[in-house]
């Protein structure tokens, strides 16, 4: 009787080292972009970063995951240039990903992350080995800037022949 008691007890016990050992492989990778803060309008960013294994056992990148403020959009297709694993302690620098940001966006700072999934298993797509944030000021375009500078020039002048003309 004493052992049916304990039963229910074991394989909780079991499911907590399971569930605590899934844990200790998240976040296994250093991602270190190195400008996670870019600005300007109408044109695509590149984020480089450096990637380092700080873990004791071989991570495999197996796949990528992103987000960012509408309406910029990424383009994740330089992560897949990257090294499939990373030994102990290894790193590697190299472009990641891009951020586009459309002509005539509306003027601000956009968030984003962007994580690295993976884990020691070589098709595990659902473990977030890194991640890192990133920002991306969209600022006005040079063209609106000059024709604002342009209205104002012309209203003084305006005033200016007006003034002279009394």
Known sequence: ???????????????????????????????????????????????????????????????????????????????????????PSNSFTALLFNVDVPAGTPVGVYAGSFEILGSADPSDTTTVAGSAVFNVQATPEPSSLILVLMGFAGVGGSLLRRRRAR
């Open 1 to 87: 009787m004493k052992i049916l008691r304990n039963l229910p007890v074991t394989p909780l016990a079991i499911a907590c080292v399971l569930l605590a050992g899934t844990a200790a492989k998240a976040g296994t990778l250093s991602i270190n972009l190195l400008a996670p803060f870019q600005s300007g309008v109408g044109k695509v960013f590149a984020f480089d970063a450096t990637v380092t294994n700080t873990s004791g056992s071989t991570v495999f990148l197996n796949a990528d995951a992103f987000s960012v403020d509408s309406p910029l959009m990424v383009d994740d297709s330089p992560f897949f240039l990257t090294p499939i694993s990373l030994g």
